[in-house]
């Protein structure tokens, strides 16, 4: 299974961006996606997850309201949207997929099975 992020770059405060997390490789049926953050020398922080069907969605507090998390599951692909960037979303982006049982909305790092490498977001004031 791999996990393919990408969409991160270099965005000027009170911008945009769409990050994606492509899964392939062995399908993942019914998993729980979710995206995390590592700024330097900070922990890895939650940020927003849905479950498979898209109707249970958690975000962080930090991000709530600004961000939107989505799911196409015919593409095996799970969105986050950020607006209103802000310098502290600056961050290393991971996806990361929760295989059943869970509930809800995963927010545990530790909960999740697989994980991306990373997408990288720079946010200048």
């Known amino acids: 299974v ?6 991160g ?7 945009s961006l769409r990050l994606s ?5 062995r399908t993942l049926s019914r998993y729980a996606g979710g995206w995390f953050r590592q700024a330097p020398g900070k922990e890895r922080e939650f940020v927003a ?16 309201g ?9 593409k095996n692909t799970v969105y986050l ?7 502290e979303d600056t961050a290393v982006y991971y996806c990361a997929a929760k295989l059943p049982p869970y509930n809800g909305a995963p927010f545990r790092t ?13 946010v200048s004031s």
């Open 49 to 64: 997850a849905t479950s498979w069907s898209g109707v249970s969605t958690s975000y962080a507090d930090s991000v709530k």
């Open 2 to 7: 791999q996990l393919q992020a990408s969409g």
């Open 110 to 122: 530790g909960e999740y099975d697989y994980w991306g490498q990373g997408t990288e977001v720079t």
């Open 81 to 87: 949207q950020l607006n209103s960037l802000k310098p």
């Open 66 to 74: 600004r961000s939107t998390i989505s799911r196409d599951n015919a």
């Open 21 to 25: 997390c492509a899964a392939s490789g």
């Open 9 to 15: 770059g270099l965005v000027q405060a009170g911008g």
